[in-house]
């Protein structure tokens, strides 16, 4: 791996200008005096309006004027959207009014790309590579007059590599041209998951015809969607090194370490006529571990370097377990004294293994020796338009590491992920569960009447086999020196037909990266088993809070949610003021009644959750409430996999945490990176020390998710009215052995005798022997008849708030209940423009949605780009608190 590194109409469009400069920015890697990306100045025009072909096209003195500035990497939506050729189709039903490939045709969507740069012809034995990381879905590649591909180039997910060497022009300016044709298959999007699943024949995405949390996407992501590069080395280049590191043993986080071994190969390519004599070698740590290497003209050969004994090193963990150390590795090929290619790689020491836990009848993953309880979130891409950036990347698995996760699973529907991606879960200490590509809906595992084919043809998919095992040979060797890659799976729901299967678990990953765990499929049973039998996933929508805790669902569940709309800010974005419609659900038959906009971006029904709270006056009432459901489901969720950890289950995965577009469910933050109250609930139920009540039986518990002991905490559980008066019901001393839950003593009799006429807040609390608190968890109980009356009639808090600068970028908000009136319940912070009030995004807060109890100060600290805006303000309002902006003390 090579390091690499508001509201309404007017607010999309800048926030989609802002996504473009992120995707389209120069963003230099470790290798900087060896390669460059070529990602502006690119031009574009479709097929149909010209007549000549590429020998001519890619020529220098070819006139492009006519064409169109053109996004790359992008698709050719993307390059139309940033035309203003089409409207853009995150807003209302944009998306209806752009051509559909199905109907229009493949010829449509099909492109030629041109990029003109400099590029001198290197000298005596050097090369120069030109590089391309993803091209959807076939290609043809000119070079100054020359066609580089013997043939068609075909798949989305196949890397291209061509020496230019020969083919530079001596002046230094050069033309590229490449003509990028749509999958060979495009899928009729007839509202199927995956439309009429034929999108499936080919080796590429396959929720771009459509599913149940996305509309299909009009081009199916046609274009040079990834990097193109340009590469210099010497006669020798380094290809596709390989690092795996072992780590014997039981580790703990602290403490010396006994030696972690580093194993290190690499294929290396002598592209020259003559013999080249030299060295592979690296440096780790201050050692030099190196391999004489003798390469016959123009020949490859795979080199492994001796295993070496790292000592006392510093150990990679999971968030919530431990540090996140990288070491940095530069493996170089030197030759006759000088370096002809190196690559720079971040190496985490740690290793995966699993073990069958016979007590729930499924697996556990283990790191460094140590079971890991799995709190994972189902991801499936970052933009639906193929819009990456570092900068994304980033804070949507900060997210994930916010929300006290530790796994993220990327479904099989779309794609390997990008090492950007990679880098940012070894960063935040996420593990990964990589599906490949495939899914039950369109590779056959039920019948369906949407789809095009019988499930026997469709079990067959992909059309070219050949093709898909290259492919995934090929991202493995991408993607396989991240550490937190722990788990390859060979597809969501379904594995691949029955050959690739084979090769895939016989052949190419034993060969290819054989130190992680390899599942058949993402709810296999080699996953798990239920008392049933087999294994499964969901339920998908919105639940009792006590289902959580009472209802055994699957051992190791790969997916499992709940509801997910954002708030009134973030509704404003995408949905037209007059679609601004509270939906209406009718107990007595269950359904719901939606606005057609609101169906349109897949909104999922909160049944009669919110009238719990009142009956929703408008839409912005209707948001508000939403996420006082949204807390407490998330919430619930997570406690209620840990209070069976180990006993019923080892993991869980959220479906999902995220969405690649506009859509109103399963999200625990907006496409615009606005969190909402789903991803604090999540927080707070999934902190690594947590204490929490079992609404069923009345039990205080706490989970343990460290590998610490903690003991002489004091547990303090006790209730405050509406009004804000408190009673202590118990305090005790506690302690907790490590990755355990430990059952306390059960409130139930107490509390509903206290909640049973309004409800009641009841705050539960760990203490350490200076009255620190090191958890706090505050529920709302309803009242005998399951509503929320005493809130519908809350008195105003009274919440006092202050904000100033820790240091550019970082804002501490200071927050006191200073009466000793009620609870200032609920409160939602936001980072703002200090003149238009619009939200800074993404920010990121050390918790949201903050209740204060009457005498207490919290603090919140907000994380921000220091240069996204230098006129800065802080919003505070809550359920009884009046919103109000506050100024930033310098």
Known sequence: MTTTRSAGRSALFKF?????????????????????????????????????????????????????????????????????????????????????????????????????????????????????????????????????????????????????????????????????????????????????????????????????????????????????????????????????????????????????????????????????????????????????????????????????????????????????????????????GKVSDQKSIEVGVRQITTEWNNKTESRQVNVNGQKVFIKGGNWIISDQMLRFSDARYDAEVRFHRDMNLNLIRVWGGALIERPEFYEACDKYGMLVFQDMWGSGDCNGR????????????????????????????????????????????????????????????????????????????????????????GNGDGPYGIQSLTTFWDHQTYPFNSEVGSVGVSDYESLKRFIPAENMVVPEFDASTGKTKTDPVWEYHKYIGYDGFIDKYGKAKNVEDFATKAQLVNYDQYRALMEGFSSHMWDWYTGTIIWKTQNPWTAMRGQMYDYYLDPNACLYGLHNGSEP????????????????????????????????????????????????????????????????KEAKDKGIFLCLQLLKSDNEVISENIYWLPDANGDFSGLQKMPKGDLGATAKYLKNGKVEVTLTNEGNGALAFFNRLSLVNADTKQRILPAFYSDNYVTVLPGQTKKVVIDHNPGADKNLAVTIGGWNVTERTISIDK
């Not at 789809?451 to 396989?480: C, E, G, I, N």
């Open 16 to 336: 989609s200008l802002v996504l473009s400069v992120l995707a389209s920015g120069v963003y230099q890697n470790a290798e900087a005096q060896t390669s460059y990306e070529l990602n502006s100045g690119w031009k574009c025009t479709s097929l149909n309006s010209v007549k000549d072909n590429g020998t001519i096209i890619s020529q220098t003195n070819y006139d492009l004027a006519a064409w169109n500035a053109a996004v790359v990497p992008g698709t050719v939506l993307t390059t139309q959207v940033a035309n203003k050729q089409v409207p853009d189709p995150f807003y209302g039903m944009n998306n209806e009014k752009i051509p559909d490939i199905y109907k229009v045709g493949r010829d449509f969507y099909t492109y030629w790309f041109a990029k003109d740069f400099k590029e001198a012809a290197p000298t005596g034995s050097n090369q120069t590579y030109l590089n391309f990381r993803g091209v959807n879905y076939s290609c043809d590649v000119f070079l100054n007059g020359h066609k580089l591909n013997s043939k068609l180039h075909k798949g989305m997910f196949l890397r291209q590599s061509y020496n230019i060497t020969k083919w530079l022009n001596k002046n230094g300016n050069n033309r590229l041209a490449v003509v990028v044709y749509p999958p060979d298959v495009v899928g009729n999007p007839n509202g199927g998951q995956g439309g009429d699943g034929t999108i499936a024949r080919g080796v590429g995405i396959q929720y771009t015809a459509g599913w149940d949390w996305i509309q299909p996407i009009r081009d199916r992501n046609t274009g040079i969607w990834d990097k193109v590069t340009i590469e210099h080395t010497g006669a020798v280049a380094i290809k596709d090194p390989h690092v795996v590191t072992l780590v014997p043993g039981v580790r703990k986080p602290e403490g010396a370490q006994q030696p972690a071994i580093i194993q290190v190969s690499a294929e290396v390519e002598n592209a020259t006529g003559a013999a080249v004599s030299g060295t592979l070698q690296y440096n780790l740590d201050g050692k030099l571990v190196s391999q004489p290497v003798t390469l016959k003209a123009n020949s490859k050969q795979e080199v492994k370097l001796t295993d070496y004994s790292l000592k006392n090193p510093k150990l990679w963990w999971p968030s919530g377990y431990g540090p996140q150390n990288l070491y940095k590795l530069n493996l170089q090929f030197v030759a006759g």
């Open 689 to 752: 020390l947590h204490i929490m009540y079992n609404q069923t039986d009345g039990m205080v518990m706490v989970a343990n998710n460290t590998f610490k002991t903690h003991s002489n905490m004091l547990l303090v559980a006790k209730t405050y009215d509406m009004d804000g008066k408190e009673k202590v019901l118990t305090k005790v001393f506690a302690d907790v052995t490590p990755t355990t839950t430990k059952r306390y003593l059960s409130l139930k009799r107490e509390i509903e």
């Open 446 to 533: 039920w019948i369906d009447p949407m789809k095009a084919d019988d499930q026997w043809t469709r079990r067959k998919y992909p059309d070219d086999h050949d093709l898909y095992l290259k492919s995934v040979a090929d991202q493995v060797k991408l993607v396989r020196n991240f550490p937190s890659l722990a788990i390859w799976c060979g597809g969501n729901e379904i594995t691949p037909p029955e050959d690739i299967f084979a090769a895939l678990r016989d052949t190419i990953m034993p060969k290819l990266d054989n130190t992680r765990w390899f599942i058949p499929y993402s709810n296999s049973e080699e996953m798990s088993r239920n008392v049933q039998g």
